[in-house]
């Protein structure tokens, strides 16, 4: 069960595109990893085939970004590239706003290490 929810500011690290394996590597997407400093949490988010020349704009890493009318839905234990049990979904009433290029780098690495441990 997916919900829409409204504005978010998060850092953007990275994106990649998202190819079908099974279908000789056909793109079906955008793969984006956040992170939200307020709750200390990496989440995935995904960009589909049929948005992705839209959104590709708007997807500039290292940035701080404000994300505004997206779905919220469990992320399947196939493709889950985060412990994060949600997804952020792109839809179609999605906005993107960079709100500061080139954002001061944070160790993500650090961050990933330290959810490790906790658990």
């Known amino acids: 069960m997916a919900r829409t929810r409204s504005e978010h500011s998060l850092w953007l690290p990275r994106f990649w595109d998202s190819p079908n394996f ?31 020349n839209h959104y590709m704009p708007s997807l500039k890493a290292g940035s701080i970004v404000k994300v505004d009318r997206f779905e919220v839905s469990r992320c399947s234990s196939m493709y889950r590239i985060t412990d994060h049990l949600f997804l952020i979904r792109f839809i179609s009433l999605t906005i993107i706003d960079e709100v500061i290029t080139d954002a001061p780098e944070i160790n993500l690495q650090w961050r990933l290490d330290c959810s490790t441990i906790s658990k």
């Open 22 to 52: 099974k279908k000789d590597r056909e793109f079906v997407g955008i793969t984006v990893l956040f992170l939200d400093e307020k709750v200390n949490s990496v989440i995935h988010g995904f960009d589909p085939v049929g948005r992705a």
